[in-house]
């Protein structure tokens, strides 16, 4: 297959599937695809989610409900409702495929529920590896691309490790995925979001709050102190992070440009995160160890 070129007037009907569009990143990336022309499959858990986008009246705006990628037949079946639907549209495949579900939240490794994280480890990394391969075929046929979007994942931060260890794995498939089909042209484009304005993250002081309350007290003494000095740096960064609206320009930039970047960087503290990565892995850890 020769590499295909792309021109912004070639927007116009391409189709694209993106995953967690109930709100935040998803969401906004969704409405901003299909408002540049493309026909946008947007993937919602729950029908009133659907309903918003449908609400919106958008034409090339496509809700797809329910799919919780932690189930992964849920997975497989908006696969296949999706090559059904671009079969009857008389679509030539499927241009990009944006993984951005999932969510969690923040917990020291010692407290971390193991169900939750199980829960997020399949939506995150098992969910999306399921939707790649069963849309590979459909992403060879249009010449298409893959957007990953996740945290600054090499950088180990405390108390979120569930939600940045997924991000460790996604890291991997991603440059592994960029490798094994660079025969077929098809670009695996990682977004690494610093401190974004979504509702998950916006939850994370009152989630410590929650967890110092209801948290096995004889365990949480031991991070009470700690955590409550995090909630409150938590509650300065939370007045910086950037709008989720930055991410989405940023997807769609990855999608329309011909010569995307691997790596984008967007958010407040995400320049600094990547800094980071390029220092050798004990004087990272020693500067966050000083950091917390």
């Known amino acids: 297959m020769t590499k295909r070129r792309f021109d912004k007037r070639q927007a116009d009907g391409e189709a694209v599937l993106v995953t967690g569009c109930s709100s935040g990143i998803g969401r906004h990336a969704a409405l901003a695809l299909a408002g540049q022309g ?14 918003s986008l449908r609400g919106l009246n958008m034409p090339g705006l496509v809700p797809v409900c329910p799919v919780d990628l932690a189930d992964q037949e849920d997975a497989t079946q908006a696969a296949a409702f999706v090559a059904a639907e671009l079969a009857r549209r008389g679509k030539n495949g499927l241009y990009a495929l944006v993984n951005n579900a999932g969510a969690g ?17 399949r939506a995150r990394v098992l969910g999306s590896v399921a939707l790649v391969q069963a849309l ?10 893959i ?21 460790f794995a996604v890291n991997c498939m991603a440059r592994t995925l960029d490798i094994e089909l660079k025969a077929w042209h098809i670009p695996n484009i990682m977004i690494r979001c610093g401190g974004i304005k979504t509702p998950a993250g916006l939850r994370t002081v009152s989630d410590i709050e929650a967890v110092l309350r209801d948290g096995p007290q004889d365990r949480i003494s031991l991070y009470k102190e700690a955590l409550r000095k995090w909630a409150k740096d938590m509650k300065a960064f939370d007045e910086k992070r950037t709008d989720a609206e930055k991410v989405a320009e940023v997807v769609v930039r990855a999608l329309t440009v011909d010569k995307p970047k691997r790596r984008y960087s967007v958010g407040h503290m995400a320049k600094a995160a990547a800094f980071l990565e390029f220092l ?6 020693w500067i966050l160890k000083k950091r917390f």
Do not use: K, N
């Open 38 to 51: 493309f026909t946008v499959f947007a993937t919602v858990r729950r029908e009133a989610d659907a309903e």
């Open 280 to 285: 050798p892995q004990p004087v990272a850890d």
């Open 147 to 167: 957007v990953w979007i996740m945290t600054p994942a090499l950088v180990p931060t405390p108390y979120v490790a569930s939600i940045h260890a997924c991000d």
């Open 105 to 121: 939240r923040p917990m020291p490794v010692e407290l971390l529920p193991l169900a939750e994280f199980h829960t997020e480890l």
């Open 136 to 145: 590979l075929p459909l992403l060879r046929r249009a010449g298409g691309r």
